[in-house]
């Protein structure tokens, strides 16, 4: 069974930062891409990052370009979003997301890791 | 950037109904769209990916087509379980894109 675990929310001030973990289950994990995606409250879905299978691709939002940074270890299957300069405008429940391969589309979800940006 | 643009944000129905929803792309995707359920709460679900294929598990009622830049998102008789938020998704090119969401409610 596939499953997505996502860890790392909580609350920060205005400038700081954060680690969101996502761990993998139930699936060859580097074959996949892998997607952080956010919901700010009561709004619609964001995408906020991508990497390949094997890390040799990455996008960003332009939203986050610069501030955050997307990895992934393939042994831990495990992926990561450190977000530095955190801005209230960042508060969001934070969705992993895998993708899919030869077509394209986020298959599994996690349950979401909420961040809360405020002073 | 690809904008999407869903049509409407939000529909009032009954059960037993049949609803459209429409996502339209500022420019074209190809079939590269994808459309979700959200439920208040809980993570999005896939529904469709590449425009029309419908995943394991969804039932038949719900169905997609379109291609380039117009799409849409049936569901032929409304269930109690399909009021929910809908999303569309364009896979096409970086940035990714969501639809702003269809909220869909009982009459």
């Known amino acids: 069974e596939v499953q997505l675990v996502e860890s790392g929310g909580g609350l920060v001030k205005p400038g700081g930062s954060l680690r969101l973990s996502c761990a993998a289950s139930g699936f060859t994990f580097n074959s996949h891409s892998m997607n952080w995606v956010r919901q700010a409250p009561g709004k619609g879905l964001e995408w906020v990052s991508s990497?390949?299978?094997?890390?040799?691709?990455?996008y960003y939002a332009d939203s986050v370009k610069g501030r955050f940074t997307i990895s992934r270890d393939n042994a831990k299957n495990s992926l990561y979003l450190q977000m530095n300069s955190l801005r209230a405008e960042d508060s969001a429940v934070y969705y992993c997301?895998?993708?899919?391969?030869?077509?394209?589309?986020?298959?599994?979800w996690g349950q979401g890791t909420l961040v809360t940006v405020s002073s | 950037d690809i904008q999407l643009t869903q049509s409407p944000s939000f529909l009032s129905a009954s059960v037993g109904d049949r609803v459209t929803i429409t996502c339209r792309a500022s420019?074209?995707?190809?079939?590269?769209l994808a459309w979700y359920q959200q439920k208040p709460g809980k993570a999005p679900k896939l529904l469709i990916s590449?425009?029309?294929t419908l995943q394991s598990g969804v039932p038949s009622r719900f169905s997609g087509s379109g291609s380039g830049t117009e799409f849409t998102l049936t569901i032929s008789s409304l269930q109690p379980e399909d009021f929910a938020t809908y999303y569309c998704?364009?896979?096409?090119?970086?940035?990714?894109?969501f639809g702003q969401g269809t909220r869909l409610e009982i009459k």
């Open positions: 997301a895998r993708g899919g391969i030869k077509v394209f589309m986020y298959d599994y």
């Open positions: 590449a425009a029309s």
């Open positions: 998704q364009q896979l096409n090119t970086y940035p990714i894109a």
């Open positions: 990497i390949s299978g094997d890390s040799n691709y990455i």
């Open positions: 420019q074209g995707i190809s079939s590269h």
